[in-house]
């Protein structure tokens, strides 16, 4: 989990946040809200698409939802939901405008 603080090459952060399945969720959404904003986004959009048909996908998604609406200053709006959108998540695109609508 830590090893992953060691990596610079994006590259290899990106392959290495693919291993969820070894990684823990709340580690991983801290961590994905210090690096650069474009490789955040990267790895979430990887994310999306290789759990897209897995068990895991429900999990990913809401995952990836929320630490969107956390970071959505970071990330920008319009990034977040073509984000979702390239992968037809519009369940995503949803959950997401809802959460940051209503606090605004």
């Given amino acids: 989990m830590h090893a992953l603080?060691?990596?610079s090459d994006p590259k290899d952060v990106r392959r290495v946040?693919?291993?969820t399945h070894s990684i823990d969720?709340?580690?991983l959404a801290k961590y994905l809200g210090r690096i650069d904003p474009q490789l955040a986004m990267l790895c979430m959009s990887d994310?999306?698409?290789a759990t897209r048909s897995s068990v895991q996908a429900p999990q990913i998604h809401q995952?990836?939802?929320s630490v969107a609406i956390e970071n959505n200053q970071r990330f920008t709006v319009p990034a977040i939901i073509k984000m979702f959108e390239s992968v037809s998540s519009y369940e995503g695109v949803y959950m997401f405008l809802a959460a940051i609508v209503g606090n605004t």
């Fill in 5 to 7: 603080e060691n990596y």
């Fill in 17 to 19: 946040v693919l291993n």
């Fill in 25 to 27: 969720l709340k580690w």
């Fill in 47 to 49: 994310l999306l698409k």
């Fill in 63 to 65: 995952f990836l939802v």
